[in-house]
């Protein structure tokens, strides 16, 4: 079988090979950038403690924005703004909302560190993910897009039913998925964890009906970005909030191992949920039919 040629000479073989060799360089552009602590200007504890995490999770979470940056249907600066916003909204703001209720796990210093190596590392990414990627072009860019055309008043009931929808989920995993599997693989842990997090569990509701809103609106993002039917859609923005969260658990090294494999499987498998949940919220009555390209 013969590759097919695309409009600039090149096969499809070729424009494949050219893709993954970039994605290869930007996973080892975002490791570096991982491995590097801009606060105290030292070397992170993440390259130290988990390296082989740390590469998976570099390849992972580049290929995913990598596959958003191609589909997207825009461009430049506004194309930039759109995967960092993603990035570090769903990557470092989100864990660092939960320090209002685990003070006593994510210090405000801890927190604030937090906040400053995300910004440096989500704003160098993604502008060398739009710079390399930008001509990788799966559908034309700089249409107009007519998705989610909805009032204020709309924007704030599904923005707000998002939400609590989120603190539902939140709960439901937590109490059918962690606890069970955390119990399972490591119970000392668990335990001692659940000491700590008792003391500020009147301030979880209200923290995660934040958390999920401010999802819901990065979900938003994506699904106007993306040119594809509402299907594909929804799978796409559920993937691309649920794997960069998720993968971190595999990187901190203050938590043990089987309970890193009990959060992850929890926030992947909530967060990829809500993921499909939120597009189908905003899909009820608003424009989120396919414009062209379907798939």
């Known amino acids: 079988m013969q590759s097919k040629v695309t409009g600039d000479g090149l096969t499809t073989k070729n424009v494949w090979s050219t893709t ?12 570096a950038l991982l491995s ?6 030292t070397i ?45 909204g769903v990557s470092y703001v989100l864990t660092a909302l939960e320090s209002v209720y685990l ?21 160098v990414f993604c502008a060398a993910l739009v710079l390399v990627l930008g001509n990788s072009r799966a559908v034309p860019r700089g ?34 998925v962690y606890y069970p599997l955390g119990n399972a693989l490591d119970p000392l842990a668990l335990a001692q964890e659940q000491r700590i997090a008792s003391s500020a569990a009147v301030l979880v509701f209200p923290v995660e009906i934040v958390r999920g809103s401010l999802l819901a609106l990065l979900g938003a993002l994506a699904v106007v970005a993306l040119p594809f039917s509402w299907k594909k859609t929804a799978t796409i923005v559920g993937l691309l909030l649920a794997v960069p969260v998720s993968g971190e658990m595999f990187l901190s090294g203050s938590m043990a191992f089987g309970l890193q494999v009990a959060h992850f499987v929890e926030v992947f498998g909530e967060i990829l949920v809500f993921g499909l949940t939120v597009v ?11 414009m062209g390209v379907e798939s």
């Open 20 to 31: 993954i060799v970039k994605v290869l360089g930007l996973t080892l552009l975002l490791i």
């Open 36 to 41: 590097f602590d801009y606060g105290s200007m």
């Open 44 to 88: 992170s504890g993440a390259v130290l403690e988990t390296p082989l995490q740390l590469i998976l999770i570099a390849l992972i979470d580049t290929s995913i924005l990598s596959y958003f940056v191609i589909s997207s249907r825009w461009n430049g600066w506004k194309e930039w703004g759109a995967v960092f916003l993603v990035l570090y």
């Open 103 to 123: 003070g006593s796990m994510l210090s405000a210093s801890a927190t604030v560190n937090l906040l400053v190596n995300g910004a440096i590392t989500s704003s």
């Open 143 to 176: 249409r107009p897009s007519e998705r989610l055309v909805m009032r204020g008043r709309e924007w704030a009931w599904k923005v707000v039913l998002a939400g609590a929808a989120f603190l539902v989920l939140f709960i439901l995993f937590g109490f059918a």
């Open 280 to 290: 189908w919220i905003l899909n009820v009555h608003s424009r989120l039919s396919p």
